[in-house]
Each structure stands twice: as structure tokens, then as C-alpha cells.
């Protein structure tokens, strides 16, 4: 897959940020981070982590991290851990907001230019599938599985960093949807910028790579694109550009 440009809309984050530290997480939805509590006194508490992936290159020690509070009492906990610092640059670590991305700026990717969405969380076989989409011109629909990636090495973007069951299930149901006549895509959204290419992680979960590049095989069209994401500043998401299926 070559690279594409991808026509710029930006995503604003109007939520309530918190910066803080990454201190420990005792599991994988549960975080210790540190926040300033006045002047000159910080405060520790618990921030759900809303990414189910391993995440061990980013969240460290004394990270820099960037919270988003909520005000929902039934919450066990006031923060989610959102965002990461690595290196000179952030990293989304929010695993619902691929989708929210793909669903208000979806044609800004070249691939879906001829597109309009349906429906979210479209029903089939035994799976809910992100995003059942229509072409416009021929009227022939498609289904469309978002998956979010925020681990890179070396430039190359990787999907799983965890292995993926249901990953691999969305896939099998992917290539089933062909034999009933939908088009059916794969999204891998990496959610910082720094990605030059992107390959599925085959050390972590060999089982995702094999039944992927049996999708494709079977026709499954797989799309990479990567983000550009700066809460402090701008406090904005977007996509950037297609980056290259190695």
C-alpha cells in the first residue's frame, strides 16, 4: 500500500484535562498516577486506563501522562488515562476514540472518498462490526472493523501489542461477509505520528497475523492510516496520512 495524502479535519478534544505522572498500573484498567494538588503538593489516585493492550513501552514510570476527568458519580474511579508522553511527541492511549475519529472524519481518507456511513455497531454473524458502510455510486455495502494501534519500534506501527481474540474473530467474520456479497475493510489507526509503516506484530500473536493476511487474501482491503495528537497545545486528534502495509 503507497502512501496517500489525507485532506486535514481536526478532531477537538473539548474535555477536561489533567496532566500528571504515571506511577504503577495494578491492572489493565487501573492506573496510580500523580496529579498537582495545590501550590506545592501533589495527590495520588486512581485513573481507569482505557486500553486493554500491554502498553509497556509507554506507560512508565514517571511518564507524562494527560488525564480526562469525569463527572459521572457511579465511576469508580474521577480520571481515565488518555494520553502519553514518548519521547517529543504524544500518544493516544484512548481506545474508544479511533471510532469517534473515523465517524466524523472518515472521508478525509482517500479510500472512503466514495463512501457514507450506515450504521455503528452493525450486527453480524455473532460479532458487532464497527461501521456498515454504502458506496455511494454503485450502492453496494461494506463492512469495517477500526482497530487502534499505539505501539511503534523503530518507525514501523504494530498490531496486536497483546494477543487478540477478538480480533481474530472480527476477521474470520470479515472474510465471511464477502461470501454475502459486502465489501469488507480492516482500519489500523496508530495513534501517533512518528509511524513510518505498519506490520502486524506476529512475536505477540502470530494467530492475528496469519488470519489477516488470510483476510486479505480473500479480499479484505486493509487501510493504515496514522494520527497526529497534541492534548496540551492545539488539543486536537486527527489523521495525518496513509502510511505503508509492510
Given at each position: 500500500m503507497s502512501k496517500s495524502a489525507v485532506a486535514v479535519?481536526?478532531?477537538?478534544?473539548?474535555?477536561?484535562y489533567t496532566p500528571g505522572r504515571f506511577l504503577q498500573?495494578?491492572?489493565r484498567f487501573l492506573s496510580i498516577v500523580e496529579i498537582t494538588a495545590g501550590e506545592n503538593s501533589t495527590e495520588h489516585v486512581k485513573a481507569?486506563?482505557?486500553?486493554p493492550g500491554r502498553l509497556k513501552e509507554l506507560l512508565i514510570p514517571n511518564a507524562e501522562i494527560i488525564l480526562r476527568k469525569s463527572d459521572n458519580v457511579s465511576r469508580k474511579t474521577n480520571y481515565s488515562l488518555v494520553g502519553v508522553k514518548k519521547?517529543?511527541?504524544w500518544v493516544n492511549i484512548d481506545s474508544q476514540i479511533a471510532n469517534k475519529l473515523f465517524l466524523s472524519d472518515f472521508m478525509q481518507i482517500p479510500s472512503f472518498l466514495e463512501y457514507k456511513i450506515i450504521k455503528s455497531e452493525f450486527t453480524f454473524g455473532r460479532s458487532r462490526i464497527d461501521f456498515l458502510l454504502e458506496h455511494r455510486k454503485i450502492q453496494k455495502r461494506a463492512l469495517l472493523e477500526?482497530?487502534?494501534?499505539t505501539l511503534v519500534e523503530n518507525g514501523?506501527?504494530?498490531f496486536p501489542d497483546a494477543p487478540t481474540v477478538r480480533g481474530v474473530k472480527h476477521l474470520n467474520e470479515l472474510i465471511s461477509s464477502l461470501d454475502t456479497g459486502y465489501e469488507a475493510f480492516v482500519v489500523f489507526v496508530i495513534k501517533r505520528e512518528d509511524a513510518m509503516s505498519f506490520t502486524p506484530n506476529v512475536k505477540t500473536d502470530p494467530i492475528?497475523?496469519?488470519t489477516l493476511f488470510k483476510a486479505m487474501k480473500a479480499g479484505v482491503k486493509v487501510i493504515t492510516v496514522k494520527c497526529s495528537y497534541d492534548p496540551?497545545?492545539?488539543?486536537?486528534?486527527?489523521f495525518k496520512n496513509e502510511i505503508d502495509f509492510l
Open positions: 479535519l481536526i478532531m477537538k478534544l473539548e474535555e477536561n498500573r495494578p491492572n481507569h486506563v482505557p486500553d519521547g517529543k511527541i477500526i482497530k487502534s494501534a514501523v506501527a504494530l492475528f497475523t496469519k496540551i497545545i492545539k488539543r486536537e486528534l486527527s
